[in-house]
């Protein structure tokens, strides 16, 4: 078994590129497509990731914890892999021909772009992720995922001019996910002879399906939110809001690093037995999240209008706000995400999961035909915001009789402070009139991140004295 440290390093290396290079493109993109555009590009976009929900039916969750429990056991491991597969590839089928109907009914204009896109949905069913995430081969995903990013990248800076290159970009983002579908599809040969296989097909279709039902609620305060800005208002708010929110999307993969790797060991140890060990995961990892939540969302919210400018331009502002407003979801969903994934998940006890995300859905829903008629980009920002906050909420209450952790784990006083004193010296320093510089962006960020480091040393913080001794000493 992959060492859990290594399993971060690559997941971490991961991350880092999905920060990088759209550090590199969205910049560019945003500038020679447009605000109009970029929402035209979100709002198929959206429509076609709400199929491959559907197309995937909860396998990509599913699909981890059953291979992360039957890795040891060859005799079981070929067959769960093949009959999974097996059901995805079913599902999609059915899917994409729904999808095409779709697309031909809604289209217009745009019909060649919905189809370039639509082969999202087509090639779902070849992401084997779950597979390698389940045996832990994080390396493999990091390096192939370097090598399709590179390639995506270099055609973008040779296709992508203007705005009549939408269909040049939405041609090179498939690339980026189709390439990586046929790599795992190539070389999960490696590990098992793939076959179709209707054993248990079935049973594993069940078992992923009531993850999928928390999977769809979810997709109603995330893909749903483009499509009712695009539906109630314009594709230009559309841009707006999805810019805001990739910033945010951004950030999060840190903290996701974080959760992605930590649930095959997780459900390793449940499964196996070591809820003592279980336990003193649960508590390092809930430590994690709050200590690199807190400050990022002051960061965020003190320096979202450099950031905008940074990454999109002036053209985009109005996405000042959104940003601003959704980077409380940086400390709200990783919360969720744990109480989720990390304590309910593993002793099988989904169905509560699911409850909380369409308890949190029907909120969104409501919330966005009230607000987004009359504050359009902001009204959908604020009614994720709330959202999110009701499905953590009840998270935590249907997880708290299953966990060890009591609610004052989840507030860690010493860091809040730090994060106060730190605000308070990056909003005196942005108030520079050289603050929309980018350099001057990246010199924030580092002064904050040493005075909130500082701050925590002095207050003789046990975990970020811990952390420092582990870094050090590697």
Not at 19 to 35: H, I, Q
Not at 101 to 107: C, D, G, M, T
Not at 257 to 286: C, D, H, W
Not at 433 to 451: E, T
């Amino acid at each position: 078994m992959a060492s859990l440290k290594k399993n971060i390093f690559w997941n971490s290396v991961r991350v880092g590129s999905n920060l990088v290079f759209p550090l590199v493109t969205f910049p560019y993109v945003s500038r020679v497509l447009g605000p109009d555009t970029i929402g035209l590009f979100n709002y198929v976009t959206a429509i076609a990731a709400y199929f491959t929900l559907f197309a995937s039916l909860g396998f990509p969750i599913y699909g981890v914890r059953e291979i992360a429990n039957v890795k040891d056991k060859p005799e079981e491991f070929g067959n769960i892999v093949n009959s999974i597969f097996t059901a995805n590839v079913i599902a999609t089928f059915i899917v994409y021909l729904a999808y095409f109907v779709v697309a031909l009914l809604i289209s217009g204009e745009y019909l060649l772009l919905y189809f370039i896109i639509g082969l999202s949905v087509l090639m779902s069913c070849f992401s084997f992720d779950w597979f390698y995430q389940g045996i832990e081969d994080f390396r493999y995903i990091t390096v192939r995922s370097l090598i399709i990013k590179v390639i995506s990248i270099v055609g973008l800076f040779i296709f992508v001019h203007d705005k009549s290159d939408l269909l040049a970009y939405a041609i090179l983002s498939i690339v980026g996910t189709c390439g990586n579908n046929i790599l795992n599809l190539i070389r999960i040969n490696k590990y098992v002879k793939l076959r179709f296989s209707l054993v248990d097909c079935w049973k594993h279709t069940r078992g992923a399906s009531t993850l999928f039902l928390g999977t769809i609620a979810v997709s109603l305060y995330t893909n749903l939110n483009s499509i009712m800005v695009g539906a109630l208002g314009t594709m230009e708010a559309v841009g707006f809001f999805t810019t805001g929110n990739k910033v945010v999307s951004l950030v999060m993969t840190i903290i996701t690093a974080v959760t992605s790797t930590i649930i095959p060991r997780m459900s390793y140890l449940v499964g196996n037995g070591k809820e003592e060990e279980a336990a003193f995961l649960q508590k390092k990892t809930i430590n994690l999240l709050n200590y690199m939540s807190l400050p990022m969302i002051a960061g965020l919210v003190i320096l979202a209008k450099p950031i905008i400018l940074v990454f999109s331009g002036e053209e985009f502002l109005p996405s000042v706000i959104v940003l601003q407003i959704l980077s409380f979801l940086l400390i709200v969903i990783p919360w969720s995400s744990f109480l989720g994934l990390q304590i309910l998940y593993p002793i099988r006890k989904e169905k509560y999961g699911n409850y909380a995300v369409i308890i949190g859905a029907l909120v969104n829903l409501v919330l966005n035909f009230f607000l987004i008629p009359q504050y359009a980009y902001v009204g959908v920002a604020v009614s994720v915001v709330c959202a999110e906050t009701v499905i953590t909420l009840a998270h935590y209450i249907f997880a708290m009789k299953y966990m060890k952790l009591k609610l004052h784990d989840f507030i860690p006083i010493k860091s809040v402070v730090s994060t106060l004193v730190m605000a308070l010296v990056v909003y005196v320093c942005s108030c520079s009139s050289y603050s929309d510089y980018p350099v001057c962006v990246v010199v924030w960020v580092i002064v904050g991140a040493l005075v909130y480091v500082g701050t925590l040393l002095l207050m003789k913080d046990k975990f970020m004295k811990e952390m420092i001794f582990k870094i050090i000493n590697r």
